[in-house]
């Protein structure tokens, strides 16, 4: 039982959140509009799931899709330096926070060229 039960606030809201749809194509494309036209501040050095959780679209995605949100988006930036680097790592360019993030937390940057 949770604490709103006993003492409902007119404030609280529970959040209800929803499953998505996540693929590496849905997650390329997104990111390509990314690049166009921010939706998020990419300099934050958060995770991906908690920047795109901020964002209209994946507003309300359930963080038990956190892991796979973040593996997909990983390949897709990966996918993108591929196609369009030409040898530069153009993942880390634009998305500098999530680069920063990855190496704060004591993991590999692995831009995929």
């Known amino acids: 039982m949770s604490y709103q039960s006993f003492f409902p606030s007119p404030f609280y809201e529970e959040k209800k959140y929803q499953i998505y749809d996540i693929s590496v194509d849905i997650l390329l494309e997104y990111f390509k509009g990314e690049i166009v036209r921010p939706t998020w501040d990419h300099r934050d ?13 994946w507003k309300d995605m359930d963080p038990n899709q956190s892991m796979a949100f973040c593996k997909c988006g990983r390949i897709a930036l990966q996918k993108i330096n591929r196609k369009f680097g030409k040898g530069m790592d153009i993942a880390a360019y634009h998305f500098s926070g999530l680069k920063e993030n990855c190496i704060r937390k004591g993991y590999n940057w692995d831009s995929g060229l």
């Not at 958060?46 to 901020?54: E, I, N, P, R, T």
């Open 45 to 57: 050095p958060v995770s991906l799931y908690a920047s795109c959780s901020k964002t209209e679209r």
